[in-house]
């Protein structure tokens, strides 16, 4: 498996637990968890998904992954219902690992607040608080 | 002052000075005169080390054993010749001392017996999965319980009584945690009762609990049983007896999803009740809901096989507050002993032990048939372990067989009422023609004497000692 190095695309929005959202129009954004996060789990083995229609909330726990040493929750960087889950990562959780902001998508979100987005980082904000930790 | 106390009155009067009183009076001079003791505790004075051994010796001298006593008790656990190869192996200090390593692939050796245990108990199962033991037969029934749960999003469980009472305690325990219902269905003729059972599976139900051989050692037609289960989308959970699977169809070709068991019999002595080990087999579909944890075998870096911790979806080290199980590695000892002796019997060799315990089962049944005062319980197939009534007091019968050497068996009454003339009698290869004989005879004996028949003092007279 190849594993891409470091990176934050300027066009994502940030979560302090190492979530990423990407806005699409108004109140739609699809979420994933950032390579730094990837990168602390280690080799994703499985991915627990919500059911779709399922009601999330900013900064609680919406998912699982699964690495070879650690069950982590995912935590929601904004509120919504779940729209669609990425189906594919049941047979390649390593997508996580290796496209962590491509095929490694874990969830589609209806935004039911989408003036969340203020609270978010941007790209070099998340990388400063990574710097920093 | 001896090193097993922890304040030395140094100690304790540093201790007083830091909170600012004088005395260990003073400290408690907090609480009302008539709420104290007044007086010491009574207990005895202190030993010696050398009179405490004599103690403990004493003590442990009241206990019989199934060296001194011929053991026909099983109702569980089985008085199984364990091979010296067993102790030889399990006793090598890299696995008589384990530790969860969090690094588990550096122990390879540990993994590879995790890995071929599985691979064993999956073959006799019939079930494609099977994790590296649990901690005994009942937490192990509990266990599907919860796994049947998240299955099937159900809360309720179908229990035949033919399930070791064990079994039944604790899964009702774990129920009440789980939020969830225990429906018993009971037995006929020896077996679980059909009709009943089909009647209490519904779209509600979990899973259905079997177990075969069942309590009263009769051989339950799980396919036939389990039909009700697969109608209704429930799993069908079967507690088996591991000893008879060389010779039994396999729980995984009678529709099981799930196969489960206590493993004593397999490489473990009775040891007073323990520790021993469960073992769990279950379908491909459920290996996520797994307790315990599962080795696999994968290639490293160079292409040499080697062993790894594959899963390990429920337990505490990886789920933290979040678990849902929680095995302890020492376990793996008591599952490794069940592999050696595995091996040490081998495919054959395990298969004739199976055929070796139905013979002598078939003997020793009909020899007790044949005594006065003894019937059968039931007459449904057995492989090594019966049940008979009794026409006397069980436990006095019992008491009668103990003093000339022979533990009878297990007083059906003590969780069975309505067997409260029942007696069950196991029967491994370690029981000769000759100790079933004697059995035959003290049973006889035993019973004649309660009946009045003759004077008590005649069975004093009857042959003593087993050969």
């Given at each position: ?133 | ?27 408690f001079g907090q609480i009302p005169e008539p709420l104290r003791l007044g007086r010491p505790l ?141 429906v018993e269905v009971g037995l006929r003729d020896g077996e679980t009762d059909a009709e009943a ?271």
């Amino acid at each position: 498996m190849t594993l891409p190095d470091a990176h934050y695309p300027d066009e994502l929005l940030y979560h302090d637990q190492h979530d990423w959202a990407r806005l699409d129009g108004d109140d739609h954004a699809v979420f994933g968890i950032t390579w730094y996060a990837q990168d602390s789990l280690g080799e994703v083995v499985f991915y627990d998904p919500p059911e779709v229609g399922a009601t999330i909330s900013k900064d609680a726990s919406y998912a699982e992954v699964e690495s070879v040493k650690a069950v982590s929750d995912v935590i929601a960087p904004m509120s919504g219902e779940i729209v669609e889950v990425n189906d594919a990562l049941e047979d390649t959780p390593e997508k996580i690992n290796e496209d962590p902001y491509g095929e490694g998508w874990l969830v589609k979100v209806k935004l039911t607040q989408p003036e969340e987005r203020g609270a978010l980082l941007g790209a070099d904000e998340y990388r400063k608080m990574l710097e920093k930790a | 002052m001896t090193r097993y106390t922890s304040a030395t009155p140094d100690d304790r009067a540093e201790m007083l000075a830091a909170i600012g009183v004088d005395s260990v009076d003073e400290l408690f001079g907090q609480i009302p005169e008539p709420l104290r003791l007044g007086r010491p505790l009574a207990l005895p004075e202190g030993m010696s080390e050398a009179e405490v051994f004599e103690r403990l010796a004493a003590l442990a001298a009241r206990n019989a054993d199934a060296e001194e006593q011929v053991c026909f008790v099983g109702a569980g656990m089985y008085d199984h010749y364990v091979p010296a190869i067993v102790d030889a192996i399990t006793q090598r200090s890299e696995f008589l001392t384990p530790y969860t390593p969090y690094q588990p692939e550096i122990s390879q050796g540990g993994l590879q017996v995790m890995f071929e245990f599985q691979t064993a108990m999956s073959e006799l199962t019939g079930l494609p999965v099977s994790n590296a033991g649990l901690y005994e037969g009942p937490s192990s029934v509990a266990s599907a319980g919860y796994l049947a749960m998240a299955a099937t999003g159900r809360k309720r469980f179908v229990v035949s009584r033919g399930l070791h009472p064990h079994s039944r305690e604790t899964l009702a325990t774990y129920a009440v945690g789980y939020g969830a219902e225990l429906v018993e269905v009971g037995l006929r003729d020896g077996e679980t009762d059909a009709e009943a059972l089909t009647a209490a599976v519904d779209g509600e139900t979990a899973a259905v609990f079997l177990q075969n051989p069942n309590f009263l050692g009769a051989v339950e037609r799980v396919e036939a049983l389990g039909a009700a289960a697969k109608e209704h989308g429930a799993l069908l959970v079967v507690a088996v007896d591991p000893m008879t699977l060389g010779i039994l169809r396999p729980p995984g070709e009678c529709g099981a999803d799930i196969a489960l068991g206590e493993g004593q019999p397999l490489g473990n002595r009775l040891d007073f009740g323990g520790p021993s080990f469960g073992f769990f087999c279950a379908t491909q579909d459920q290996i996520r809901r797994m307790p315990g944890r599962i080795a696999g075998e994968t290639d490293d870096v160079d292409g040499r096989r080697g062993f790894v911790l594959a899963m390990q979806t429920r337990e505490q080290h990886i789920r933290r507050e979040k678990a849902t199980h929680n095995i302890c590695t020492a376990q793996a000892l008591n599952a490794l002993g069940a592999m050696v002796h595995l091996a040490w019997l081998g495919r054959e060799g395990f298969r004739e032990l199976g055929e070796l315990l139905v013979q002598r089962t078939a003997y020793a049944r009909e020899r007790l048939a044949a005594v006065e005062g003894v019937e059968p319980l039931h007459e449904a197939p057995v492989v090594r372990e019966f049940a008979v009534r009794l026409d006397a007091p069980v436990d006095r019968v019992l008491e009668r067989c103990a003093e000339r050497g022979i533990a009878a068996g297990y007083p059906l009454g003590r969780e069975y009422p309505e067997y409260e003339d029942g007696l069950l009698v196991a029967i491994t290869e370690r029981r000769t023609k000759a100790q079933i004989d004697d059995l035959a005879e003290a049973l006889g004996a035993a019973i004649a004497a309660e009946r009045g028949e003759f004077p008590v003092d005649m069975t004093d007279k009857s042959p003593q000692g087993i050969s």
